[in-house]
């Protein structure tokens, strides 16, 4: 039999978020059912720990300091993941996670690794002016479109204007909407092996200071003036 999710208030999670700074450990929600819920110009001097957790909702983080890991893994989110001008101090984990309406991580800043291997994405995955000083791992994801109210919005991938110290692992991707990597700066490797893409793939300014792979790669067209 499935065991049911605990559910916790607003209240409760900030709850958490208090108890946890105060004994220094980790703020536990995994595998819990929460709220929509969203911090603003928050300093969060703990890691968070939503493993396994379903938000019936969005999660929004904006302006905010995380100064510890975040784990999002095998997260089921209802509606967006909405990180901007965000910094995290730790590891971003988030594998396998699936969000049904897009994720978009614009103009935030990771001190390690993003590792979301394997999400399911309904809606574009927008990493846009993100500053990553270790490695991207988005292989293996599956990118989708999404019809709403007002019309689809295309399972796009966005890597514009960013920079990554380490290597892009963007390998077996699967995505109904086009690449674009354009003016991103990427201190290790690229690598698209086997990644299908509807539309194009732009790699135009792209800087790239390691190995491009690229075999197997399936798009409309490829658009590269790489550095």
Same mark, same amino acid.
């Given at each position: 039999?499935?065991?049911?999710?605990?559910?916790?208030?607003?209240?409760?999670?900030?709850?958490?978020?208090?108890?946890?700074?105060?004994?220094?450990?980790?703020?536990?929600?995994?595998?819990?059912?929460?709220?929509?819920?969203?911090?603003?110009?928050?300093?969060?001097?703990?890691?968070?720990?939503?493993?396994?957790?379903?938000?019936?909702?969005?999660?929004?983080?904006?302006?905010?300091?995380?100064?510890?890991?975040?784990?999002?893994?095998?997260?089921?989110?209802?509606?967006?993941?909405?990180?901007?001008?965000?910094?995290?101090?730790?590891?971003?984990?988030?594998?396998?996670?699936?969000?049904?309406?897009?994720?978009?991580?614009?103009?935030?800043?990771?001190? !390690? %690794?993003?590792?979301? &291997?394997? /999400?399911?994405? @309904?809606?574009?995955?927008? *990493?846009?002016?993100?500053?990553? =000083? #270790?490695?991207?791992?988005?292989?293996?994801?599956?990118?989708?479109?999404?019809?709403?109210?007002?019309?689809?919005?295309?399972?796009?991938?966005?890597?514009?204007?960013?920079?990554?110290?380490?290597?892009?692992?963007?390998?077996?991707?699967?995505?109904?909407?086009?690449?674009?990597?354009?003016?991103?700066?990427?201190? !290790? %490797?690229?690598?698209? &092996?086997? /990644?299908?893409? @509807?539309?194009?793939?732009? *790699?135009?300014?792209?800087?790239? =200071? #390691?190995?491009?792979?690229?075999?197997?790669?399936?798009?409309?067209?490829?658009?590269?003036?790489?550095?």
């Amino acid at each position: 039999m499935e065991q049911l999710l605990h559910r916790l208030t607003q209240q409760e999670i900030f709850q958490e978020l208090r108890n946890a700074e105060r004994e220094n450990r980790t703020a536990d929600f995994s595998n819990k059912l929460l709220p929509e819920f969203s911090f603003f110009g928050k300093e969060i001097n703990t890691g968070i720990n939503l493993k396994g957790s379903t938000i019936q909702g969005a999660l929004h983080l904006d302006e905010c300091i995380i100064k510890g890991d975040v784990n999002l893994e095998q997260a089921l989110i209802y509606a967006t993941l909405y990180i901007s001008k965000t910094e995290v101090y730790g590891e971003f984990f988030a594998n396998q996670i699936r969000i049904r309406e897009v994720l978009n991580m614009v103009a935030s800043t990771f001190k !390690k %690794n993003i590792y979301m &291997k394997e /999400s399911s994405i @309904k809606g574009f995955l927008g *990493l846009n002016k993100i500053q990553i =000083e #270790g490695n991207l791992d988005i292989s293996k994801s599956i990118i989708k479109n999404i019809v709403t109210k007002t019309g689809t919005i295309r399972g796009d991938v966005y890597l514009r204007d960013a920079k990554v110290g380490g290597s892009v692992l963007a390998g077996e991707i699967i995505s109904e909407g086009l690449g674009n990597f354009e003016r991103t700066s990427i201190g !290790k %490797n690229l690598d698209l &092996k086997n /990644s299908k893409f @509807k539309e194009v793939v732009i *790699l135009s300014g792209t800087i790239v =200071e #390691g190995e491009i792979e690229a075999q197997d790669l399936q798009c409309k067209s490829l658009i590269a003036h790489v550095a």
